[in-house]
């Protein structure tokens, strides 16, 4: 999920009456500045968006090339940017 639509179910969970993280722990993926600001500030997954562009591109064009090529799994290099929405089991 990216942290646009985490942000909102912080707001949709805290309208229904439950506490991030008291009642669930959220998480984002994408590190956008308002992440760091919202309230909780929400924890994320970070990557290099220009990485993942260039591998998106990379992937596509080969499939387009060769259509009978395997898809493929491609994890790139992240980091969790731990912060309060997020609490230990």
Known sequence: MTDTLALGVINALYRRG????ED?????????ADAAS???PLTTIDFD???FADTA???LTERIA???RPIMSVTLPHRIVRRSS???R
């Open 38 to 40: 919202a309230v909780p």
């Open 24 to 32: 669930v722990s959220v998480v984002g993926y994408d590190n956008i």
């Open 49 to 51: 968006k220009q990485q």
């Open 66 to 68: 060769d259509r009978n």
């Open 57 to 59: 591109i990379t992937v």
């Open 86 to 88: 997020t609490r230990p």
């Open 18 to 21: 439950l506490s991030v993280p």
